[in-house]
């Protein structure tokens, strides 16, 4: 069986909520054997990277970047999964009030440097998440754990 990992920060309602459709998309009944298990980014540890097959990073853009939380987790995998984990699939989901760029381009360059294929689009959002916001963040996660199916 297959195993998706989500890292995520979930700091808010808003992250909470998308967070929430991510792994209900993830989830699906029609998506078989992928064991979709979910991390805090202050918890996820390098050997739960490395029993993954693919993964989805959520995040709040603060000041631009990425939260120091899931800076953290990618400082605490990056070295010990570098060449273990290349050519897995990954997604990403942000919310931000303003200014997302600085995160999505720091989260493309730590996955690109880890040898990761982006498996769909990024979805990213500023204030309150819509129905279609929402829905995106459940495609997402369908998108990527379909990609692990055997």
């Not at 970047?65 to 990954?90: E, I, N, Q, V, W």
């Not at 989901?93 to 600085?102: F, M, V």
Request: contains cysteine.
């Amino acid at each position: 069986m297959a195993r998706l990992l989500i890292i995520h920060h979930t700091p808010s309602p808003h992250c909470q909520a998308m967070f929430e459709a991510v792994v209900s998309g993830a989830s699906d009944p029609e998506i078989e054997d992928v064991e979709v298990v979910r991390r805090a980014a202050l918890a996820v540890t390098a050997t739960d990277v490395l029993a993954a097959d693919g993964y989805l990073l959520g995040s709040p853009a603060n000041l631009g970047y990425m939260s120091g939380a899931l800076k953290h987790a990618f400082d605490t995998f990056y070295y010990p999964c570098l060449d273990s984990t290349r050519g897995r699939p990954y997604g990403l989901y942000l919310h931000g009030n303003e200014g997302t760029e600085g995160a999505e381009k720091g989260v493309t360059s730590i996955t690109t440097g880890l040898g990761w294929v982006k498996a769909a689009e990024y979805v990213v959002v500023s204030g309150k998440p819509s129905k279609g916001d929402l829905e995106g963040c459940w495609e997402l996660g369908a998108t990527v754990a379909a990609q692990l199916m055997e």
